[in-house]
């Protein structure tokens, strides 16, 4: 997608749902106003669980729209080496827990397909699922898997289905969190392996800034850490295990993510996923969770 043509479809007046009364994260009734970004969004926090969220949100329709355009044309040189170096970091992070070796994977809003690629270079059986009909045809012709689109919590997968799902920066973009993590412990097998990566709400950057707000120190793109444009929910490491423990999850893993970049040497990305992002408060969170061996399906 051009540039010009994604932007126009980001500056068009977004349609909204009628505004939430329960949190989008845990169901409580226990919300209130927190925040209001550069853009007008208003963001809502939970008493209860503390995750924050947009309120109102918008619409089925508008979305719709939106990753319609998402997925650009091509990388730039250099992109597409860097993202793969990650997703394969991201998949050896998953496979260290598991058992066997690797089995079926479920790679939840697969984009431009990397992650599937990855995958598929470890040895994984892979599918994949993503929102938009396009991207779908696309990225499953040209890797010859099976991506499928439509409404993710009304998915055929049999129960039981997969040793693995990746949510590869998918959970901050979801209405309903906690019905996609319901409906993905079901597709796990007993022992399956769930890696979340998000952006963290709690980086020092951002808390930062969020706090120069709150005293009136920082007017210029107020909230621009939140990115409403595509982003619904909002996450801290806290917030984060919270969510996916209620779901039926047990965390085994949490870490700053990895941001390799294009044409990086190798010392440097060593540094960089063994030094340096292991520091707390970085700006994306990683998680691996397991469905537990001795839980049955709901």
Same mark, same amino acid.
């Given at each position: 997608?051009?540039?010009?043509?994604?932007?126009?479809?980001?500056?068009?007046? +977004? %349609?909204?749902?009628?505004?939430?009364?329960?949190? %989008?994260?845990?169901?409580?009734?226990? =919300?209130?106003?927190?925040? &209001?970004? $550069?853009?007008?969004?208003?963001?809502?926090?939970?008493?209860?669980? @503390? @995750?924050? *969220?947009?309120?109102?949100?918008?619409?089925?329709?508008?979305?719709?729209?939106?990753?319609?355009?998402?997925?650009?044309?091509? *990388?730039?040189?250099?992109?597409?080496?860097?993202?793969?170096?990650?997703?394969?970091?991201?998949?050896?992070?998953?496979?260290?827990?598991?058992?066997?070796?690797?089995?079926?994977?479920?790679?939840?809003?697969?984009? %431009? @397909?990397?992650?599937?690629?990855?995958?598929?270079?470890? /040895?994984?059986?892979?599918?994949?699922?993503?929102?938009?009909?396009?991207?779908?045809?696309?990225?499953?012709?040209?890797?010859?898997?099976? =991506?499928?689109?439509? /409404?993710?919590?009304?998915?055929?997968? +049999?129960?039981?289905? *997969?040793?693995?799902? =990746?949510? $590869?920066?998918?959970?901050? $973009?979801?209405?309903?969190?906690?019905?996609?993590?319901?409906?993905?412990?079901?597709?796990?097998?007993?022992?399956?392996?769930?890696?979340?990566?998000?952006?963290?709400?709690?980086?020092?950057?951002?808390?930062?800034? &969020?706090?120069?707000?709150? %005293?009136?120190?920082?007017?210029?793109?107020?909230?621009?850490?939140?990115?409403?444009?595509?982003?619904?929910?909002?996450?801290?490491?806290?917030?984060?295990?919270?969510? !996916?423990?209620?779901?039926?999850?047990?965390?085994?893993?949490?870490?700053?993510? $990895?941001?390799?970049?294009? *044409?990086?040497?190798?010392?440097?990305?060593?540094?960089?996923?063994?030094?340096?992002?292991?520091?707390?408060?970085?700006?994306?969170? !990683?998680?691996?969770?397991?469905?537990?061996?001795?839980? +049955?399906? +709901?």
């Amino acid at each position: 997608m051009e540039l010009n043509e994604r932007l126009a479809v980001e500056q068009r007046p +977004p %349609a909204f749902d009628e505004p939430r009364k329960t949190c %989008a994260l845990c169901g409580s009734n226990h =919300i209130s106003y927190y925040h &209001r970004d $550069h853009r007008g969004i208003s963001i809502f926090r939970c008493g209860v669980c @503390g @995750g924050q *969220f947009m309120n109102p949100v918008y619409s089925d329709d508008h979305l719709r729209e939106y990753y319609s355009h998402y997925v650009g044309d091509g *990388f730039k040189l250099g992109e597409e080496e860097s993202e793969l170096y990650c997703h394969d970091y991201y998949l050896s992070l998953v496979e260290r827990f598991m058992a066997a070796s690797p089995g079926r994977l479920l790679d939840v809003g697969t984009g %431009a @397909g990397l992650l599937l690629k990855a995958a598929q270079r470890r /040895r994984w059986q892979v599918v994949g699922y993503d929102v938009d009909p396009a991207t779908v045809q696309s990225v499953g012709s040209k890797l010859n898997v099976e =991506i499928r689109t439509g /409404r993710f919590n009304e998915m055929t997968w +049999p129960a039981d289905s *997969f040793d693995a799902v =990746i949510m $590869h920066h998918v959970l901050e $973009h979801v209405k309903e969190p906690r019905s996609y993590l319901d409906t993905i412990r079901k597709l796990l097998r007993p022992g399956g392996i769930l890696f979340v990566a998000s952006p963290n709400l709690a980086s020092v950057s951002s808390s930062l800034k &969020r706090w120069m707000e709150k %005293a009136h120190l920082r007017r210029k793109r107020v909230g621009a850490y939140y990115d409403t444009v595509h982003h619904l929910c909002y996450f801290s490491p806290a917030s984060l295990r919270r969510l !996916l423990s209620q779901s039926g999850f047990e965390p085994l893993l949490m870490r700053s993510g $990895h941001q390799a970049r294009p *044409f990086q040497s190798a010392w440097t990305r060593w540094l960089m996923r063994n030094v340096t992002e292991r520091l707390p408060w970085k700006s994306t969170i !990683l998680v691996v969770a397991r469905k537990p061996a001795a839980a +049955p399906n +709901p």
